[in-house]
């Protein structure tokens, strides 16, 4: 019997959790640091082992082959992405129970990033562009794991968790059961290394301490993105930037006037929340003030470093010189 219709067979028998905040938590250490990219490994073992659980996954049987199988077993990496992403083998089995035919689907692109060497060898490029970069970097391991379409990616004690469902989508995926957010952030496995470089630059900024704002937040997404941009030669939120480079002055204005706060869920981690423009859009706003800092700067090795280390978010904007598109 296929994957399909095992998963067709128990669809609707668990109930989903509750949808868990996509904050990444940055660690900038390791047990051992590792300033060295050469000596970083790619580790893809959670994913075979995730299609072994649900190949013989049953409606009775589902959930606890999956937290045996796979969620026990798991590597270190898995280990970090359960709380808020994962949770446990029947949090899981009733993500993929609600979504049979796209996680059916998707086998083949998961499968694949062990043995893709375009998608390793542009991963690989990004670690070195980093280091040449920013000398300071620290490299942690990169693990790849299958989660519950929540979560593209995130930092962890054991290193970079990156969510392979997020990105494995082909011509064929079905999407009619996703959600509007699911459907705008799940990409190729062309997507793999910008994700794996955003993260990476996550890994090397300070913890935020105190009352975050939301323009601190967004910085701190921004950053990641931009930087991530200029190491990988991609980024994860295209559409953000689509829809706002096309409204940057209006969008500009009401940022504005909430930056201060630290209510963040009208431009970060929505979820499926936003339905006039894309969700999100907090990460655009950091990207353009990281760029319009590094565009002035005629030391671009210093404002790399000050992209990434800055706890001063007013006063970094206000260096950025940034206006919302404003001369």
Known sequence: ????????????????????SLVAVPLAAQAAVNRDPGRVRLVTE????????????????????????????GTAGLQGFLRGRIVSGRGL???????PRFYAS???????????????????????RLAALYPAAVFPDVYFLIGRLNSGGTTGQAGLLIGAEMYAR?????????????RAVTATSEAVPWIV????????????EGTVTLLAQSLREGAADFVGELISGGMINRIQHEY?????????????GAMAGTELGAWLYQGDASKDRPADLGYWVGYKIAKAYYDRSADKATAIRRILTQSDPEAFLAESGYRGGAR
């Open 1 to 20: 019997m296929s994957v399909r219709t095992r998963l067709r067979g128990w669809r609707g028998a668990f109930l989903m959790a509750t949808w868990p």
């Open 46 to 73: 959670d994913i075979p082992r995730f299609w072994r659980a649900l190949d013989g996954a049953t409606v009775l049987n589902a959930a606890d082959r999956l937290q045996r199988i796979y969620v026990d077993s």
């Open 93 to 99: 089995a009733g993500t993929v129970a609600s979504r």
């Open 106 to 128: 998707i086998r083949h692109a998961t499968m694949a990033i062990d043995s893709a060497p375009e998608t390793r060898s542009a991963i690989r490029a990004s670690l070195e």
């Open 170 to 182: 082909g011509p064929d995926t079905p999407l009619d059961e996703l959600n509007g957010w699911e």
């Open 197 to 208: 470089a955003h993260e990476l630059i996550h890994y090397q900024q300070p913890r935020l």
């Open 244 to 256: 706002g480079d096309a409204h940057e002055a209006a969008l500009w204005e009401e940022f504005r």
